[in-house]
Structure formats: C-alpha cells, structure tokens
C-alpha cells in the first residue's frame, strides 16, 4: 500500500542528505514515477537539503531539518524546512548572469528550478525558511 504522505526529521549533518535523497526517491518509485522524475526529484533533494544543512542550520545538529512529502493528484509534493536566519531568495545573484559565472552561490536555487515544476521559498513565521517543490506526473 502507498502512503500518501511521510514526514522525517534529520540532524543537521551531511549525511542527512544522502539519506534524504534516498526516501523521497523510494517514496516516488513507489508512486509511480518514471526514472527520469526520479533523476529530478534526487538533484534537487540534494541541493534543497544541503541548502538546509550548510546554509540554513549551519551544520547545527541540534537543529532538525524537516521534510514531508506528499503523493498528491498533482504531483510530488516536497516541503523542506530549516531552523536558519532564512533569506530572501530574490536577492541571491542568478547564476546564468554572465557576471556572476565564475561565482559559486545560486546555483542550488538554478538546480532546483531546473528539475522540478514549481519551486517556491518563504520565511517561517517563527524562523527557518521553508522550500516548497513539486514534480508533476
């Protein structure tokens, strides 16, 4: 039987990501979706969660990083929260600018866009930023 949603907490340490990855792509195998979804929702699992590790808790491990996914008639649904300052996503420097070429930040934010259908960022109410993703079928 399918389960329509799970939820898993993890430390913040690098190899939460690896282990990330691999439940939201069991997750989706197991809801049908093709290899090719599978590629997808992996790359921007690792970006997303690392972008929450290293970034947003600062390899705090006592902060979690939160994640549920959910099959829904749309898609995959992945919501990824950290316990960070957060950002404001608008302001990090677009990869893809000629200027900003040899550059090493924004490119997770590209990555995620790249390989999912929708990509959405907000700032927790009570802090952390919150990553909202979603591959359609």
């Known amino acids: 039987m399918n389960k329509e949603k799970i939820?898993?907490?993890l430390p913040s340490r690098l190899e939460s990501i690896d282990k990330a990855v691999v439940e939201a792509t069991?997750?989706?195998s197991r809801a049908g979706?093709?290899?090719e979804a599978l590629y997808a929702v992996d790359m921007a699992m690792r970006e997303s969660v690392a972008n929450a590790v290293?970034?947003?808790?600062?390899?705090?491990e006592t902060k979690q990083v939160e994640i549920t996914l959910k099959n829904s008639s749309e898609g995959l649904e992945i919501i990824i929260r950290d316990f960070g300052a957060g950002f404001?996503?608008?302001e990090v420097p677009d990869p893809t600018n000629p200027e900003n070429l040899m550059r090493a930040d924004g490119?997770?934010?590209?990555?995620m866009k790249t390989f999912m259908d929708e990509v959405e960022?907000?700032?927790h109410?009570?802090?952390g930023m919150i990553v909202k993703m979603l591959k359609k079928r």
């Open 26 to 28: 069991d997750f989706a």
């Open 107 to 111: 490119r997770g934010i590209l990555f």
């Open 121 to 123: 960022w907000s700032n």
């Open 88 to 90: 404001a996503v608008e």
């Open 33 to 35: 979706f093709s290899e």
């Open 125 to 127: 109410a009570r802090g």
């Open 54 to 60: 290293k970034h947003g808790n600062k390899l705090d």
């Open 7 to 9: 939820e898993i907490n």
